[in-house]
DNA sequence: ATAATTAAGTCAATATGACTGACCTAAATA
DNA sequence: TATTTAGGTCAGTCATATTGACTTAATTAT
């Protein structure tokens, strides 16, 4: 049986368009992770890097703790990246005040990396938000922020407090 | 030194805004592929499985070749996936016309499987942008579509004539 | 003061998704 | 006939992630 919901439903909410949004979202994802890959590659690092020295430029001090909420991936996973961003000298480690905590910083190359990577990001989006009003550009970060689970939505709020 | 930009350009594209955009995207994508990503592991399938099955689903008799421009991945990625989808009765393999090529399609079992997934996403999609009205919708696809590279745009397009 | 919990770390094994490089076959095209 | 194209395969490697088991040190609760 064909979906009873798409007899009701305008244009712009039927399948075949909902799909297309679906696809638009591969793409778009993709195509904004490759910049940042490929400056990381030459680092040998990858991703996970970037994710990491990303939210501890966010998040000045944050805990290992709170850095694995944010990230959502097991200590053993962070651990291996973790250490090699602070054996080659772009993130140091310091004791908390709880003393069973340890709280991260960028270093000066850390912080440079940081810039660098996410510059590339940044900039494709004021590129692209350049040809936008200021109610479209409202629209898509809202859409976008209300599809991010709850939960999650916490966590960017804590991060950006 | 600060960026000059943030100097002239209007709140919305300062840089603190725009990481957050940063932000949002890594959230929002992480969730959106989360769903469906915990149907595939009881199967013993990834992400890449679904990649797999939705194009296969979208382009009827996609060959090889085109499979391959779509996903940017080496024949031998797509190769170990493949061959697990026809095995376990997903997707059947034909030679196309030109005999050099095979063409892909769902099985009934493949069909079921593509629709469940995307279903997630689609529901997602569609119970997100039943709260904003066609505007917001059509400033959310542009915007997005916007951040796909040319090329990558070009793909999208030849997916949807 | 002792017990329980928490934060962090480590060892080991495994899975997935990707890569490079080399090489092969068969069919189509120049 | 020679070259290119589509597809396949073998082998090795790497990055990201997982589970599970276990340890240490510090904090918190009883």
Redesign the interface.
């Known amino acids: 049986m064909t979906d009873l919901?798409n007899l009701i439903?305008?244009f712009?909410?039927k399948?075949k368009e909902?799909?297309?949004?679906?696809?638009?979202?591969?793409?778009?994802?993709?195509?904004?992770t490759?910049g940042p890959d490929r400056v990381l590659e030459k680092l040998n690092f990858g991703r996970a890097h970037h994710?990491v020295i990303?939210f501890v430029g966010?998040k000045k001090n944050i805990t290992i703790k709170n850095l694995l909420r944010v990230l959502?991936i097991t200590k053993q996973s962070l651990s291996r990246v973790l250490n090699q961003l602070v054996k080659e000298g772009y993130i140091t480690v310091s004791t908390g005040l709880d003393k069973r905590t340890k709280t991260l910083l960028l270093t000066d190359n850390g912080y440079n990396l940081e810039k660098k990577l996410?510059s590339i990001?940044?900039n494709?989006?004021?590129t692209?938000?350049?040809?936008?009003n200021?109610?479209?550009?409202?629209?898509?970060?809202?859409?976008?922020?209300?599809?991010?689970?709850t939960d999650?939505?916490r966590?960017?709020q804590q991060?950006?407090e």
């Open positions: 919901n439903s305008p712009y909410l399948d909902i799909r297309k949004i679906i696809e638009i979202i591969f793409f778009s994802y993709r195509d904004f490759e994710r990303y966010k959502k996410s990001q940044t494709k989006i004021k692209t938000l350049g040809n936008f200021e109610d479209a550009i409202n629209s898509f970060k809202k859409i976008l922020f209300e599809m991010i689970e999650n939505k966590i960017f991060l950006n």
